[in-house]
Structure formats: structure tokens, C-alpha cells
């Protein structure tokens, strides 16, 4: 079975996925350096040289290369991969595959992000508008993070007790998972 992490940036995805894969001793995959290496171009360059709309069509071709996979691996995606093209219809559509959505709410993803530099989404986003942006650009994204089989609410969870959540849901999902 594959594992898919969705959230907004800063939702904690990669080290979430990261653990799990640890505790359930399958393999990780995070989008974004699998983009990075296939590409041999850190994401940070692609956006810098390219530009998003390239990033994007990248995105849902490696995307789709991973879905198309038949071993079992934990998927952690980038903010925006599910909101483009067609992406949240193929992972739902995906053989044996179940997607969670890492739910923060906005202000807690402002206290999250604020100390961070370096996403290429935000870096032409003063300090005092951050919180603001976030909420819009998280309005945005919202629906498509909803079509998730399932959501963990995050806030307020230290890393030790969303990784439990996301193992109840995949045990209770998937009683022999692996
Ligand atoms: C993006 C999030 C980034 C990365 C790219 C675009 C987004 O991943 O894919 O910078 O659109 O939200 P993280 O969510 O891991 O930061």
C-alpha cells in the first residue's frame, strides 16, 4: 500500500513521513527531492530559472511516474501538489493508495513558517502579510486537501502523538498493512 501525506507548507509532511516509515520499516519518498534528483536541479532552481509553471508540469509527471509504482512506499508531496492538473484525482484513483491530509490551522502555520526562508512561495512575502497569505492561499488550497481519505487534525500534537494518529489510521485501514 502506498501512504501519501498532504498539507500546506510547514504542516511537518516530510518528517512525519519520515517516521512512519522508520516505525513501519517501508520506504520514504518525499516529492520534492525526488523531483530534485531526477531532475538534478534542487526545487529552490527549477521555480528560480523556470518558473512555477514548469515546477508544476514536473511535479505531475513525477507524481504520476510514483503512482504508477507497484511496490509500497510513504509518499510525502509537496503544499501545492494536489492542488494542480489533475494530481488529487490520480491519487484517489490510485491502486491501493491512501492519502491523509496534516490539517493546521492558519495561525499555527504562520508560527510554524514565520523563522523559515528559502520556499520559493513565499519569498516575495513580507513578515507583517505572512499570517494573511497564508489564510487566503490556505482557503485556496482547502477543498482540494479535503479530498483526502482522510484528515488529522494537527494542532497541538506533538510529533510523537500525530505519529500514532497516523498509525491508527493505518492499521485500522489496513489490519495486515505490510
Ligand atoms: C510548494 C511547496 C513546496 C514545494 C514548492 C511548492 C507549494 O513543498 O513543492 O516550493 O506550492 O506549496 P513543501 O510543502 O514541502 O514546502
Do not use: W
Not at 536541479?41 to 504508477?68: C, D, H, M, P, W
Not at 489533475?86 to 499555527?108: D, E, G, R, V
Amino acid at each position: 500500500m502506498k501512504i501519501i501525506l498532504i498539507g500546506y507548507m510547514g504542516s511537518g509532511k516530510t518528517t512525519l513521513a519520515k517516521a512512519l516509515a522508520t516505525t513501519k520499516k517501508i520506504p520514504f519518498i518525499d516529492l520534492d527531492d525526488y523531483i530534485a534528483t531526477q531532475e538534478k536541479i534542487s526545487v529552490q532552481n527549477i521555480f528560480a530559472t523556470k518558473g512555477e509553471i514548469y515546477f508544476r508540469k514536473k511535479e505531475a509527471f513525477y507524481l504520476q511516474q510514483l503512482l504508477n509504482r507497484e511496490d509500497n512506499f510513504i509518499l510525502s508531496l509537496g503544499g501545492g501538489t494536489p492542488c494542480f492538473g489533475n494530481n488529487m484525482l490520480l491519487i484517489q484513483q490510485a491502486f491501493n493508495t491512501l492519502s491523509i491530509y496534516l490539517k493546521y490551522s492558519p495561525h499555527s502555520l504562520y508560527q510554524r513558517l514565520e523563522k523559515e526562508k528559502g520556499r520559493p512561495l513565499l519569498k516575495g512575502v513580507k513578515r507583517e502579510d505572512l499570517e494573511e497569505f497564508i489564510s487566503k492561499h490556505l482557503f485556496e488550497r482547502a477543498p482540494f486537501y479535503h479530498q483526502a481519505t482522510y484528515t488529522v487534525i494537527m494542532d497541538g500534537l506533538t510529533l510523537e502523538e500525530s505519529l500514532q494518529q497516523l498509525l491508527k489510521i493505518m492499521n485500522s485501514s489496513h489490519p495486515h498493512f505490510l
